[in-house]
């Protein structure tokens, strides 16, 4: 029994990356443009992305996504952000992720019993700059996960921590926008108590990567714009560099495309229109996954308010 203990844990830990879920993608715009948006100065969900961007925040705005992913996964994000004086914004979003039941696997690929996780992510962020956009921005993010095990006497992890993110916007002129972000730079732990059911417990601490986050945002004309981003994972000492391209097409609706030069590929579009003069923004995204992994369908919904 204490065998097949510690290869759960070993599998739990060792094949995946603590705040992965996290990392994929907040709103359907950000996943159809391979999440390469560490530059932009888009209003809605951009504390997700860069808090830096936050000053660039007009009166208040709400946002709704839902994502119906391959694998039985699922996640789903609520966004709120509010203009401050001073160049300023200040935003407030929930992400809860989850997975329908899957088979666990020991270090020898050996079946060990079915397990099922949710995950939940609260933030808060605030960034302040000048009026031309460059601007710097801090996001506390507080996560909670629970992943059960089924059939035997680990009933399940639960995790925990609080965390700090970094970022930094540089308007270099109307066309150029360069953008940089630390992840994890503050407090890079998740703190996981092990319940077994039988009166045993066991604690583990698992360490977030350090990701420094690098990235361009071009505007080719008044319709096109070109994003370009490389995420160094220090832990790893890897890199993936990926690139999202937009284009406002008739009547209001923006065509995008997103690739990390590997085979992951994600399509998407939106649409922008008015509700008794309030702005409504609808976005849809295809992710075309990995090879095997199947497609995944997400949906955003925003709303603003000018004050």
């Known amino acids: 029994m204490m065998l097949k203990y510690i290869y759960i844990i070993f599998l739990s830990f060792i094949f995946s990356i603590p705040g992965s879920s996290y990392q994929y993608g907040h709103s359907a715009r950000s996943v159809s443009l391979s999440s390469s948006l560490v530059a932009d100065n888009y209003s809605s969900f951009n504390s ?33 952000s509010q203009k401050l004086p001073g160049n ?44 031309n956009g460059t601007g710097i921005g801090l996001s506390m993010r507080i996560h909670y ?64 990567p350090l990701i420094i986050s690098m990235g361009t945002l071009f505007k080719i004309n008044s319709k096109s714009k070109l994003y370009l981003q490389n995420n160094f ?19 209001k609706i923006k065509l995008r495309f997103g690739s990390n030069f590997d085979s992951d590929i994600s399509l998407g579009f939106g649409y922008n229109f008015n509700i008794n003069q309030f702005p409504i923004i609808l976005d849809y995204a295809i992710d075309l996954g990995y090879k095997g992994e199947g497609l995944s369908h997400l949906f955003t919904w925003s709303m603003g308010f000018d004050e």
């Open 48 to 80: 997700f992305i860069n808090p830096a961007s936050l000053n660039q925040t007009n009166g208040q705005i709400y946002g709704l996504s839902y994502f119906m992913m391959s694998l039985d996964r699922s996640l789903q994000t609520f966004y709120y």
């Open 88 to 131: 300023a914004g200040l935003s407030a979003a929930i992400l809860r992720s989850s997975s329908g039941e899957f088979m666990g696997r020991d270090s020898f690929n050996n079946p060990t019993n079915e397990l099922s996780n949710t995950e939940y992510y609260g933030l808060l962020s605030f960034g302040v700059g000048a009026k």
């Open 233 to 251: 994972n220090q832990q790893s000492n890897s890199d993936i560099t990926k690139f999202g391209f937009e284009y406002l097409g008739l009547d």
């Open 145 to 208: 996960s629970n992943l059960y095990v089924n059939e035997i006497h680990i009933d399940k992890y639960t995790g925990n921590s609080i965390t700090m993110d970094f970022g930094a916007i540089i308007n270099l002129n109307s066309k150029l926008r360069l953008g940089f972000k630390v992840h994890n730079f503050l407090n890079p732990y998740l703190n996981w108590d092990i319940d077994r059911g039988d009166g045993l417990s066991n604690s583990y601490e698992e360490e977030y």
